[in-house]
Nanobody, 115 residues
């Protein structure tokens, strides 16, 4: 059993910053991929950024240069540093863990970017 617990969401003004954290517990393998997805109202869930246990990353074009994903393998925790936030970043952000062939999701944390 795997559990993902997210934290760090909230309300921020445009141009502001937030840092999301996601701690994984349970049967965590040494080889996996952790990431963040988001879903805005009326839209499909989309990949924001992901990072493998080896440190390889990828990110959506819309967040490149503003968001940074990182992880602490010893703590089984992934972070998403979000800078220069825009109103269009408003969404529920979900933590994701892939340990092939299984995929796990967190419960989601709300991020609202508004003045």
């Amino acid at each position: 059993q795997v559990q993902l617990v997210e934290s760090g969401g909230g309300l921020v003004q445009p141009g502001g910053s937030l840092r999301l954290s996601c701690a994984a517990s349970g049967s965590i393998l040494s080889i996996n991929r952790m990431g963040w997805y988001r879903q805005a109202p009326g839209k499909q869930r989309e990949l924001v950024a992901a990072i493998t246990s080896a440190g390889s990353t990828n990110a959506a074009d819309s967040v490149k240069g503003r968001f940074t994903i990182s992880r602490d393998n010893a703590k089984n925790t992934v972070y998403l540093q979000m800078n220069s936030l825009k109103p269009e970043d408003t969404a529920v952000y979900y933590c994701n863990l892939v340990q092939s062939p299984y995929v796990y999701w967190g419960q989601g944390t709300q991020v609202v970017v508004s003045s």
